[in-house]
């Protein structure tokens, strides 16, 4: 299972990477932009094989001046097309914005099954009012994905990373699931 973890720059995907792993295998800091190549890592769980792809982070297309990052969001580009799933990472910190429904957006235009990981969740005291919040925004801006899955994560912490890695298997086990013909026509006449 090939699985991108894509988002705007320093929202925590290679530190999420790192926790899932359960060692420090990719470069984190503050300071954002340290990742500049997709790096594939095999990984296993539960008897099922993984792939996790670190991805650059990405910007706006007009704060893109520098032919590196330029580079960089291309190479994440190829890891979305190439993944089963897609998680799109987001900094609990910061609101919702436009980038990070473009970049949603992207992965839902490439056939990609989506699933949102609310990252830093150990640094956000209003909880319930929060998840309620971004539950809210997806479902109006992001009308397609009618049952994303948006899980709270913690890298400090070590939370909802058991509950990530089953949901992944479980939207990667319905996105392959087969619906026979005959299924489908009596699914039609039904409507």
């Given at each position: 299972?090939k699985?991108?973890?894509?988002?705007?720059?320093n929202?925590?995907?290679?530190?999420?990477?790192?926790?899932?792993?359960?060692?420090?295998r990719?470069v984190?800091?503050?300071?954002a932009?340290?990742t500049?190549?997709?790096i594939q890592i095999?990984f296993?769980?539960?008897?099922?094989?993984f792939?996790?792809?670190d991805?650059?982070?990405?910007r706006?297309?007009?704060?893109?001046?520098?032919?590196v990052e330029?580079?960089?969001?291309?190479?994440?580009?190829?890891?979305?097309?190439?993944?089963?799933?897609?998680?799109?990472?987001?900094?609990a910190?910061?609101?919702?914005?436009?980038?990070?429904?473009?970049?949603?957006?992207?992965?839902?235009?490439?056939?990609?099954?989506?699933?949102?990981?609310?990252n830093?969740?150990?640094?956000?005291e209003?909880?319930?009012n929060?998840?309620?919040?971004?539950?809210?925004?997806?479902?109006?801006?992001?009308?397609?994905?009618?049952d994303?899955?948006?899980?709270?994560?913690?890298?400090?912490?070590?939370y909802?990373?058991?509950?990530?890695?089953?949901?992944?298997?479980?939207?990667y086990?319905?996105?392959?699931?087969?619906?026979?013909?005959?299924?489908?026509?009596?699914?039609f006449?039904?409507?």
């Amino acid at each position: 299972i090939k699985i991108s973890f894509i988002g705007k720059p320093n929202s925590g995907k290679s530190s999420l990477i790192n926790t899932i792993l359960g060692h420090k295998r990719l470069v984190t800091g503050s300071k954002a932009g340290l990742t500049r190549d997709s790096i594939q890592i095999p990984f296993s769980y539960k008897n099922k094989s993984f792939s996790l792809i670190d991805t650059a982070g990405m910007r706006k297309k007009a704060k893109v001046n520098d032919f590196v990052e330029k580079q960089s969001v291309s190479k994440s580009m190829l890891a979305i097309r190439m993944s089963d799933i897609v998680i799109l990472v987001l900094d609990a910190t910061n609101k919702l914005n436009k980038q990070d429904l473009i970049l949603a957006k992207r992965a839902i235009d490439y056939g990609k099954s989506i699933v949102i990981s609310l990252n830093k969740w150990d640094l956000i005291e209003d909880k319930i009012n929060l998840k309620r919040y971004f539950s809210e925004k997806i479902k109006i801006s992001l009308s397609q994905l009618n049952d994303v899955k948006i899980l709270p994560t913690s890298c400090f912490k070590i939370y909802g990373i058991d509950k990530l890695l089953e949901d992944i298997i479980n939207v990667y086990d319905n996105s392959h699931n087969r619906i026979s013909t005959s299924d489908l026509n009596k699914w039609f006449k039904f409507l």
